[in-house]
């Protein structure tokens, strides 16, 4: 019995998730997303109508050195160190559609390449461009918008993140420096780091430093002197790139000139447990002659630690 469009769209899907050999994809390749989820900062949750995440937004007030052996303090104020920012979900999905002309020219026993297992590879190729491009840029859909690090690490600081505004509370602000050129780059991210980790050790520091390639190719070549040969085979540049323990990617989406300095600790992107990436029921066009799946996902970037999140500008 000749498989159904529904069975033939299940083994492409399955196929597609373990097939190296596909079409080049001539436009997109998404290493950012990759070292998110290297780094545990893709984090898979159920959702609700909103994503919070708890603030220790300061130290108790009533704690100090005390003055005499039975100093006082006033009782009639709650201890107030506790808050939450509050984040709305965001959807971002995409529809493949496609004719019975199409099913009828491209028979399974003529056809060059499979044109449906071609379909839903484009279709999460394209799925995590978008992503890409909206957690670092954010999407101008008009409604809840996937809120991207141009304005979540902003270069002024300020700005109203997860419900919270940087301009009356400055503990919200996110840190800043600047360099002008490759020979005062190293020095910016030095200062940068420092202010972001507070202290020597702390779990809070940078472990991702996000920037477009050029400026990536710009440290890259500050580090020249340091490069070591072995064997016969003489390598030029490098293969992995970090500034102190922080490892250093760039992506094709990224803000030209500037450097996100982000933490595994600090910074998540939640999305839906079962609506990440998920592909839908494949349905006959009613009155048409197709079908048509969609892809699906449920997502919101999120801090909890603004003032550990930093940017590096060029002047």
Known sequence: MTPTITQILAGSYASVQNDRN??????????????????????????GPTIERALDWRRNTTMGVLATDLATSSLATATDVITAASYSPAQVA?????SKATEMNNPTQNQKIDIVKGLIANAFASHDDVLEASLNVTSTAGGTEVLGLSD????????????????????WRNKVDGFTSGLDLEAGCESLWNRCERGTGSQYKPTLIL??????ALYASTQQSQQRFMGQDLKASFTTIAFKTARWVYSKEAA?????????KTYKAFV??????????TQEIQGGTGYTFQVYTGIQATTNNRS?????VKQ
């Open 22 to 47: 596909l079409p080049a994809n001539q436009w997109a390749e998404s290493a950012f997303l990759n070292e998110l989820e290297r780094q545990g900062m893709i984090e898979r949750v159920d959702f």
């Open 94 to 98: 995409g529809w493949v559609i496609w």
């Open 152 to 171: 979540m690490v902003a270069t002024d600081g300020l700005g109203t993140i997860g419900g919270i505004n940087a301009s009356t509370d400055a503990f």
């Open 211 to 216: 920037s477009d390639g050029q400026l990536q």
């Open 256 to 264: 030209a000139g500037k450097a996100f300095f982000l933490g595994n």
């Open 272 to 281: 839906s447990r079962d609506f990440y990436r998920a592909k839908g029921e």
């Open 308 to 312: 550990r999140l930093g940017v590096l």
